[in-house]
């Protein structure tokens, strides 16, 4: 967002140390947006950039069977496959169809331990 001109900004309004809002001030317009912390606006974002390196990751190794020792992405990725069996389950899961979708486009590797098999 910043470089299409939008400047961003966190803030508690207890605590200016604790991002409780973020504050979105398009180029546009006067008066900022504030997106309150339910929004998860944050969350999102970073969700998309974990996406972003997952996609890069299986530009140089064919695949999305990402080594679990490594740590950054190896954790999200399980994170990804945690949250999609609790989608399933019904449980409460910060999985959407639209992240399902997306991590299906790439071809995703829901069950790492059947693929790992299958490869041997």
């Known amino acids: 967002l910043e470089s299409k001109g939008y400047r961003l900004s966190m803030f508690d309004e207890t605590d200016e140390n604790i991002p409780r809002a973020l504050i979105v001030q398009s180029p546009n317009e006067e008066s900022p ?3 309150p912390d339910g929004d998860d606006i944050v969350g999102r974002h970073h969700w998309m ?3 972003s390196e ?3 990751y299986k530009e140089i190794h064919g695949d999305c069977f990402v080594n679990l020792k490594d740590k950054q992405l190896g954790d ?3 994170s ?4 999609y069996k609790f989608l399933q389950e019904g449980k409460k ?3 959407t169809d639209e992240r399902v979708q997306l991590l299906d486009d790439i071809d ?3 069950d790492g331990v059947d693929f790992a098999r299958k490869r041997a």
């Open 33 to 35: 947006l504030r997106v």
């Open 49 to 51: 950039l974990k996406f």
């Open 54 to 56: 997952l996609k890069r």
């Open 76 to 78: 999200w990725v399980r």
């Open 80 to 83: 990804q496959r945690q949250q």
């Open 93 to 95: 899961s910060q999985m």
């Open 108 to 110: 995703f590797i829901w």
